[in-house]
């Protein structure tokens, strides 16, 4: 049985497949404002003030800046925000303003950022690197497991293949996997597998009928304009049609949005 996490008034696990959505990056309080004030159906809120970029000369975030901004939306809209660690020394800073701590692909194996991760109270969202395996996440949620923290979801976000038409490579049938050999929630990012917003929604309806518990989608009010990763952010429009038809794949399998 899937363990249930529960985070203000949202439960990962259950019966209720679980919509988190927000910008790639924090860019700035009015932004992020724009980007997910008129979503419709939203669990959580998603968004970096810390960005870990190929490229140094990228945007790369608003750092505490942006940790507060997230703060002041999860107070105003009464959602769980969730956003990506890259260092140790931000523990203190995320525990205080975020409510789940994201592990970003890069990191998966950043075993003494996870061990310290396992000595705090807060959930984790550990995503799959993409050059792991199914049995290396496992074995990196053990790393924060081990050390006392066993509040983990795990997140499906693509691997890179020889395939080059999608940014990754989006491993539905590892979603099976991980569902049968672990009891943590098992989410899917499709924005970062697809690289594309127009792959994203079929991506999205694939995790759902795969069995994920929750997808975490990139929104933006104005993606041409956006600061980070542009090219496969949704519109709030797309966005809130994608919902409806997650609604009524969840509906045909017996779940809930």
């Known amino acids: 049985m899937t363990k249930e996490i529960k985070i203000l008034n949202t439960c990962f696990g259950g019966k209720k497949i679980i919509l988190i959505a927000g910008p790639c990056a924090v860019e700035s309080k009015q932004e992020f404002d724009a980007d ?3 979503l419709k159906k939203v669990d959580c809120f998603r ?10 000369y990228s945007f790369l975030g608003l750092e505490e800046e942006g940790l507060q901004i997230l703060k002041e939306a999860s107070i105003k809209y009464k959602k769980p925000v969730v956003s990506e660690i890259t260092s140790e020394t931000q523990i203190n800073y995320f525990v205080e303003m975020v409510d789940i701590i994201q592990v970003g692909a890069r990191n998966m194996q950043n075993f003494e950022l996870l061990k310290a991760l396992g000595k705090i109270n807060k959930p984790i969202l550990l995503k799959r690197g993409f050059a792991n395996t199914v049995d290396e996440l496992l074995n990196a949620a053990e790393y924060i497991s081990k050390e006392g923290n066993d509040n983990i979801i795990l997140c499906e976000r693509g691997i890179r293949t ?25 989410i899917v990012d499709p924005s970062h597998a697809a690289g594309d917003s127009k792959y994203v929604e079929p991506l999205a309806l694939a995790a759902i009928a795969a069995g994920a518990d929750g997808i975490m989608i990139e929104v933006h009010s104005n993606p041409k304009q956006a600061l980070s990763d542009k090219e496969q952010a949704l519109t709030i429009k797309e966005y809130n049609e994608l919902t409806e038809k997650i609604e009524r794949i969840a509906n045909s399998i017996g779940r809930t949005i």
Not at 47 to 56: D, H, L, N, V
Not at 163 to 186: H, M, S, W
């Open 36 to 38: 997910v004030k008129d």
């Open 47 to 56: 968004g970096g003030a810390y960005k870990g970029r190929t490229s140094p």
């Open 162 to 186: 020889f395939e080059n038409t999608t940014r990754f490579t989006l491993d539905i049938g590892a979603v099976a996997v991980l569902k049968e050999k672990c009891n943590y929630p098992v």
